[in-house]
């Protein structure tokens, strides 16, 4: 019982000298590549650069403890970033300690959120958050992000939490453009695309392995962070104007919980559950899809109080909310890792690193940090998706579409929170107005067949309805009028045959519309039959007074009920 809330009692009896090898190397290049990250996602969500890293250590450790996932990689994360400064960018000030104490506040109720959810298997919940939506907002969040620090690339001041603002700020801004910044950020950027594309098989050609090619490929940005940061020292550029980074304390954070603050806790409660349901999604999607490849299972349950540990970590630690990161996830899986243990000796590596290494980033200039969110994030935006949805379901389009202009135009929380308003309304109006069909029999066969799509024949007398979606009370009353509909159309018809293979419930609601159904078809000399009736639906039905008051029968197959109720006559030649 204890293993399943442990997860580490398990894998770890069969760790070996030659895994432990593994998730050292992975964990060398996940480290080279999520120090520079760390720094920057502190950046994007207003917060002071070491939080980032602050952010990477415990998360780390305690997703080792309670996670399924042998490849996942939590840590600070670009739209968690941005959700986190949304949140509490109109409440306190950006660079004062209250700021700080927002954003430690916030990982601290998403981690008890989470919990909260595991412990209780919601895992179920983030269903409600249908995949359109989510690279809807994924997208709309990217492009955001991406404009956001185009200000550092430019060594501009602007601000703005959606697109139109952040449009208007930086127009108004491009007098102002500091050369050198410029310089900096430009070629950064171009290097940075250069590498994800272009290193590894440049590597590859000159006779480097695969893994080795592809491992040194994410060393782009620690090669970016010492070209940069060396050229600032060197040249005095900070005098020029150049942002840096400048004094990053060392050492590690003192253990500490965020001030109870009533009105502050309300406040932040909303937008802590909105990036407990995002995170959360983001993480079982990458987890499961690298589960998947390596034919491993994880536990969205288990997940659920993994996270939350993690964030409740990252604010005990001093960081801000945290979530499965797609790109170290897949650098950690492709780098080798085999157990999540390799995420433990990252945080280990992490941690030496804000001790011994911070004096050396003071000269790191912020436009080379802004241009490596920039790159991450701009990978995420999938245009393509668009076009697909478009042509495939025009409902889920309208609600992508509109989670990507309310989130551009109005901010993420609205956006993500207008996506799932949506979604869920279309599904209920979907659901209240389901398919159906009046069905026949296939000549020769003992298979019916919707009448508008193949050539059928009818059973005289009788009308035979496929319902293809489970009822309840939304729908209720749509049966009801279908129902009404179609026996008004044949005066001859003595039978109704309620084909409910497609039925996976029956809820209240619809049960007394059925019953009113094989009421009013009663007083008209009409008897209401059900064939085909699933067996958790048969269960349900027999705990009411329904199927001994049904005027009909139950039949097994539809076939039966037809032959029961009017053998098939043929047309003559």
Known sequence: MISRYFPILTWSRNYTRDTFVNDAVAAVIVTIMLIPQSLAYALLAGL???????????????????GTSMTLAVGPVAVASLMTTAAIGNLVAQGTPEYLGAAILLALLSGLMLLTMGLARLGFMANFLSHPVISGFITASGLIIALSQLKHILGVSASGHNLVELIQDIGAQVSNINGPTFVIGATTLAFLYWVRGNLKPLLVRIGLSEKLAGSL??????LAVIVTTSVVWIFSLEAQGVAIVGHIPSGLPTPTLPEFDASLWKQLALPALLISVVGYVETVSVAQTLAAKRRQRIDPDQELIALGAANIGSSISGGFPVTGGFSRSVVNHDAGAQTPAAGAYTA???ALATVFLTPLLHYLPKATLAATIMVAVLSLVDLGAIKKIWTYSKSDFSAMLATILVTLGFGVELGIATGVSLSLMLYLYRTSRPHHAIVGQVPGTEHFRNVLRHDVVLTRGVLSVRIDESLYFP?????????????????????????????????????????????????????LHLSEVKGPVMDRLQKSHFLSDLSGEIFLHQYEATCRLNPVKPPPD
Do not use: W
């Not at 952010?55 to 080792?64: C, D, K, M, Q």
């Not at 490929?217 to 620690?222: H, I, L, M, S, W």
């Not at 003595?494 to 009663?522: G, P």
């Open 475 to 527: 729908n209720a009353r749509f049966l009801e009028d279908t129902i009404n509909d179609e026996v008004a159309k044949d005066p001859s018809l003595k039978h109704v045959v309620l084909m409910c293979s497609a039925v996976n419930y029956i809820d209240a609601s619809a049960l007394e519309s059925l019953e009113m159904i094989d009421q009013r078809l009663q007083d008209n000399g009409l008897k």
């Open 48 to 66: 002071p650069p070491e939080v980032g890293l602050y952010a990477s250590i415990a998360p780390l450790l305690l997703y080792t403890l309670f």
């Open 348 to 350: 280990i590596a992490i």
């Open 217 to 222: 490929a994410k060393t782009g940005p620690v």
